[in-house]
């Protein structure tokens, strides 16, 4: 009757949970940067003319967090990057210095590869008009290569998850992070850990947007590479961010029509998460 790994006396069998994590780390040795884009960041999921497609529902979601006036700093950490960069596309004009991260240096690669307009998998510029259209600008390339700083290596599992002297002291001014925690963690307990990681990355009163996939048990990170993902509902989400020393500001749900499961992943809803770092009462 006590948890997976709870002992009587409630201390935490850390060999069972860093197991979790090794396991998580050796699924990852098999992502295929290429094929994720292919699968999750082109049509039907990325389908510009298409209101009801997730990835314009997302952009909206960013555009409107980065630009609705509490959201101000120097410096925005993207979490778990992958080989993507539209978390950022609004971002990138509100703050003048963006740090990209993840565990794989495939996707590292693959981000240094459009940074230094080397191409890549993916064509960003239909994301980049789009995002553009949404400002009323004309251009977004440019300011983009210019305040991504640096890609650096991540793991949300440790304590501190970035290397020594990544931040400056005070921390970052805002967090963004889309389908990491969950896709990482081997269960429910470690995505609640890996928020708490996080958050401790983030200055007081800064804050956090968590993109991320409500009820999926797994997706392919490339064929046949079949990745297991903690399935989140509404609530969980919600009780994670309280338990790791968020409040939130909003959230909102975005659930897939039937022609956007496309059989990648069983994941039936899209959660968008605006919070904040509690606001240090002592
Ligand atoms: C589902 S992908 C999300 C990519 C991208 N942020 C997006 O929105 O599509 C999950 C990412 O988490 C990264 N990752 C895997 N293990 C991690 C860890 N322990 N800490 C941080 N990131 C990790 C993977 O390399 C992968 O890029
Ligand atoms: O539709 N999308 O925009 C989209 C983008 C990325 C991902 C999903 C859906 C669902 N699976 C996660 C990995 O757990 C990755």
Redesign the pocket.
Known sequence: HYGAFERPNGRMDMKVAENGVAAMASCYQKFDPAA?LQY??TPP??DFERKDS??PW?LACLHRAFTEGDVSGELLVDIGSGPTLYQVLSGCEVFNKVLLTDFLEVNRQELKRWLQAEGGSLDWTPYLQHVCKLEGRREKAAKLRQVISDILPIDVHRPQPLAPGALPSAGADCLVS??CL??VSPDLAAFTRALGHIQKLLRPNGHLLLIG?LG?SY?F?GPGVK?P?VPLNEAQVCASLQQSGFTLIRLEVYT?PED?RVG??D?TG?FFVKARKDYGLA
Request: proline content about 0%; hydrophobic content about 50%.
């Open positions: 994720y999750n960041y999921r990325a997730i990835v997302k889309c389908f969950e896709s996939a999926e997706y990170g990745i993902v897939l956007m990648v992943d994941v899209v």
